[in-house]
């Protein structure tokens, strides 16, 4: 995944293993988004739940289930596969979560910047 103008959101050990932390909005760097890490690697992805456009978490950094193999939103309790943020089970089977271009880069984790 290509990412030209970088922001940095963080370092990667500063998301817990196996789980998710919430970023933004930093008007003019960013927009609202979460990272959920696995290992060595994240995924990133818009604060938004597709169903309604609505923010999927319900309390600061919740994005997964109660076993931590999906997201999950807090809404209607749409469930998403972490690695494409396709939903799985839910009032919005099919669509997914809009990915954030990213990469990690010596330990530290970009995205795209805003504008
Ligand atoms: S708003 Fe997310 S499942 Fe309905």
């Known amino acids: 995944m290509s ?4 922001a940095a959101l963080c370092r990667l050990e500063e998301i817990e293993e ?3 932390r919430e970023f933004g909005p930093e008007p003019g760097r960013f927009l609202s988004m979460f990272a959920v890490r696995r290992g060595d690697t994240v995924v990133v992805y818009e604060k938004c ?5 609505v923010p999927l978490n319900w ?8 076993r931590r193999r999906h997201i999950l939103c807090g809404t209607h309790g749409a469930l998403f596969r972490v690695e494409d943020g396709v939903c799985v ?3 919005c089977v099919g669509a997914a979560l809009t990915p954030v271009p990213h990469r990690v880069e010596n330990g530290v984790v970009l995205v795209a910047q805003e504008g």
């Not at 739940?49 to 456009?53: D, R």
């Open 49 to 53: 739940c597709p169903h309604l456009g």
């Open 3 to 6: 990412v030209t103008a970088r």
């Open 89 to 91: 089970r839910g009032p």
């Open 59 to 66: 309390a600061p950094d919740r994005f997964l289930d109660a």
């Open 18 to 20: 196996g789980g998710a």
